[in-house]
């Protein structure tokens, strides 16, 4: 089935030498995120937290072996993006890469109505079934009986979503980065038929 939307991450990342200096600085970069962000043409709506963190800052050790001094705190605060511009999605990824304020994580794609993809591959999973059992009823020298229980697996995209982790920023302007939404997303479903046998075919 062909994506409906795409999603992309995003993370704002500060440092301070305190958490609370740590958050405020973050909250601050976050709003000229949104700004810029929105400034594409992107709802408010369609920009949500995905994780906030604050940590200590892990020590830096330079060529010398010595300690490089740099703030003790850290906060990210990751932003998930959902856009329909399927094709836009290079555009927004390159601009992202523009800025000083966040760095492109991942982008993935998806579909509206998910449990179409999945039941969509427990019908196939069905059909596969019964023909196996089929072939296997014949190798045996047998017929299928009546079907007494089906035991449902799971339904799941097929292929791994793209995950593209970029941490350069552009000098000047921005770009357009080459990704291409896959044409389809494909759901792969297990499901467990048993049948009686009914003696000979």
Do not use: C
Request: glycine content about 8%; aromatic content about 4%.
């Amino acid at each position: 089935m062909k994506p409906d939307f795409a999603r992309v991450h995003v993370t704002v990342a500060t440092q301070a030498d305190t958490v609370a200096q740590s958050t405020t600085a973050n909250r601050t970069a976050t709003e000229r995120v949104l700004a810029r962000i929105q400034g594409l043409g992107i709802k408010r709506d369609d920009i949500q937290t995905a994780n906030f963190q604050v940590f200590q800052t892990p020590p830096s050790i330079g060529a010398d072996g010595k300690e490089i001094k740099t703030p003790k705190f850290s906060a990210h605060h990751q932003l998930r993006i959902t856009t329909r511009d399927l094709d836009g999605v290079g555009r927004l990824a390159g601009e992202i890469l523009a800025s000083g304020d966040m760095t492109f994580q991942s982008v993935t794609f998806g579909l509206d109505k998910q449990e179409q993809g999945g039941d969509r591959a427990r019908e196939a999973a069905v059909r596969d079934a019964r023909r196996q059992a089929d072939v296997y009823a014949a190798a045996a020298g047998v017929a299928l009986g009546r079907l007494v229980e089906i035991r449902d697996g799971s339904a799941q995209p097929f292929e791994p979503q793209p995950e593209m982790r970029m941490q350069m920023s552009m000098a000047k302007g921005s770009e357009v980065v080459p990704i291409v939404p896959p044409a389809t997303i494909r759901y792969t479903a297990n499901v467990q038929l048993v049948w009686e046998m009914a003696g000979q075919p």
